[in-house]
């Protein structure tokens, strides 16, 4: 299904990708208050990552809302999704948005992807629910490691999606990065029950503050 939303023109084939279907038939109810306290933040040369990017809902609205001025890398492991997230970035010309076919974990090197038949967003380098599962290989890095190939001197908001490896990717990266890699703003998927560390508290101890919860998410702000 061809159609515009958030200002973007996207392609969707929703039968078994939960996040197409939302933007598909409710997009109005696709992470309203994220989406509101990004656009807030959003300002001349806006830097965002978004880690576990899918078919590009939030890479697509964030360039909509900054312009041209703005660098969004959108990172997205699983091929077939990979390649739905490539044409939706090529039907909107001059999008600021790099996409980077990778996995981001805590290690570089290769790493396990596991596939769930029912849902293609809940792809994730931890094992998923269903016991259909598929694997496959896919390349990783870590977030630190792709942050400084990239050459970004800050970030200004992260969205990180990945079905409860957040905390393998989120840890590492917050003890060993540089405080001004540290995003400004973080929207986290709630993994609280999948996480192997308490990351609410690390976000506490690197000088975040918990500013939304939401059915799905977790936003975090630390001060400029």
């Given at each position: 299904?061809?159609?515009?939303?958030?200002?973007?023109?996207?392609?969707?084939?929703?039968?078994?990708?939960?996040?197409?279907?939302?933007?598909?038939?409710?997009?109005?109810?696709?992470?309203?208050?994220?989406?509101?306290?990004?656009?807030?933040?959003?300002?001349?040369?806006?830097?965002?990552?978004?880690?576990?990017?899918?078919?590009?809902?939030?890479?697509?609205?964030?360039?909509?809302?900054?312009?041209?001025?703005?660098?969004?890398?959108?990172?997205?492991?699983?091929?077939?999704?990979?390649?739905?997230?490539?044409?939706?970035?090529?039907?909107?010309?001059?999008?600021?948005?790099?996409?980077?076919?990778?996995?981001?974990?805590?290690?570089?090197?290769?790493?396990?992807?596991?596939?769930?038949?029912?849902?293609?967003?809940?792809?994730s380098v931890k094992i998923?629910?269903?016991?259909?599962?598929?694997?496959?290989?896919?390349?990783?890095?870590?977030?630190?490691?792709?942050?400084?190939?990239?050459?970004?001197?800050?970030?200004?908001?992260?969205?990180?999606?990945?079905?409860?490896?957040e905390d393998i990717i989120?840890?590492?990266?917050?003890?060993?990065?540089?405080?001004?890699?540290?995003?400004?703003?973080?929207?986290?998927?709630?993994?609280?029950?999948?996480?192997?560390?308490?990351?609410?508290?690390?976000?506490?101890?690197?000088?975040?503050?918990?500013?939304?919860?939401?059915r799905l998410n977790l936003?975090?702000?630390?001060?400029?």
């Amino acid at each position: 299904v061809d159609i515009e939303t958030y200002g973007a023109r996207m392609r969707l084939l929703p039968y078994n990708n939960v996040c197409e279907k939302r933007v598909l038939f409710t997009p109005q109810f696709f992470d309203p208050l994220e989406r509101e306290i990004l656009q807030a933040r959003i300002r001349e040369g806006f830097v965002f990552v978004d880690i576990g990017a899918n078919i590009g809902a939030y890479s697509l609205f964030v360039a909509m809302q900054a312009g041209t001025s703005a660098r969004i890398l959108a990172v997205e492991p699983q091929p077939d999704i990979f390649d739905r997230l490539v044409f939706n970035i090529r039907q909107n010309p001059g999008a600021p948005i790099k996409a980077v076919d990778c996995a981001i974990a805590d290690k570089l090197g290769e790493v396990t992807l596991f596939l769930d038949p029912r849902n293609s967003g809940e792809s994730s380098v931890k094992i998923v629910g269903s016991g259909q599962a598929g694997a496959i290989k896919v390349s990783a890095t870590t977030l630190q490691a792709l942050i400084e190939a990239e050459g970004y001197g800050h970030i200004d908001a992260l969205k990180l999606d990945v079905e409860g490896a957040e905390d393998i990717i989120l840890e590492p990266f917050l003890r060993s990065a540089p405080q001004e890699l540290h995003p400004r703003l973080i929207i986290v998927e709630d993994g609280s029950g999948r996480w192997q560390i308490d990351l609410p508290r690390l976000l506490e101890e690197c000088g975040y503050r918990e500013i939304a919860r939401t059915r799905l998410n977790l936003v975090y702000e630390r001060e400029a």
